[in-house]
């Protein structure tokens, strides 16, 4: 399974980072600095992430337990990856990629923060329960938004032209396909975008790693 064979390549992955050489030339020493970086800023933003979606459950579900797998948003980035593919994605590739991704999570988080806050208003009372939930939420953003920049910056670096293409792309409008019948399946779309935020987070702390390790060799 793929799960079982990238934990054994990240474990691999930590070994050759503690075996470096600190004799790098300074634009490989950047370059890696920024990728370790960004890969511990996305183990802190899944941290908030995990706690936000514990809040979540136990606030707009009823159950801090509560788990279906079962239920997929077609708006999300898909979490399958074939390994070897993953393995042999050139640098351009997955910095291309992680753009776009947490570009769409952090439009999703805006979408239903958004929602939350109409409720608020439609119910004419500040809820502090909820209000946490979508201050937590901005703050996820926040994360997201800043790693969105330094994967921007970085390709920009590598393509010259990537500047011009970002600052057109920026203003995206969201249109989600996902549509809520119900006030419990509005819940659940919430659940299932931490949910799979969580997930995602993981991989993407991989592809840090790895940029890193690639970089350094």
Known sequence: MFQMTVSKALFLLFCILDCMEQSASLP????????????????????????????YKEQ?????????????????????????????????????AAFWDMKTYWNML????????????????????RTTLTQNIRHIQLDLRDLISQVSTQMSSLRSSWKRAASALAQTPLNPASRSRTVW?????????????????????????????????
């Open 28 to 55: 490989v020493a950047q370059t890696n600095s920024l990728y370790l970086n960004c890969f511990k800023h996305t183990r802190s933003t899944r941290t908030r992430v995990q706690q936000l979606l514990g809040k």
């Open 185 to 217: 399946d509005s819940r659940v779309e919430g659940y299932i975008i931490l949910r799979d935020l969580d997930l995602y987070l993981t991989k993407l702390a991989r592809d840090f790693l790895l940029l890193a390790t690639k970089i350094q060799l």
């Open 110 to 129: 805006e979408w239903k923060r958004i929602q939350l806050e109409n409720e608020e208003k439609d119910q004419k009372m500040v809820q502090d329960a």
């Open 60 to 96: 707009q579900l009823g159950n801090g337990q509560f788990e279906d797998r079962s239920r997929h948003l077609k708006d999300l980035p898909s979490l399958s990856t074939e390994f070897y593919r993953w393995i042999n994605l050139t640098e351009w590739e997955r910095l291309h």
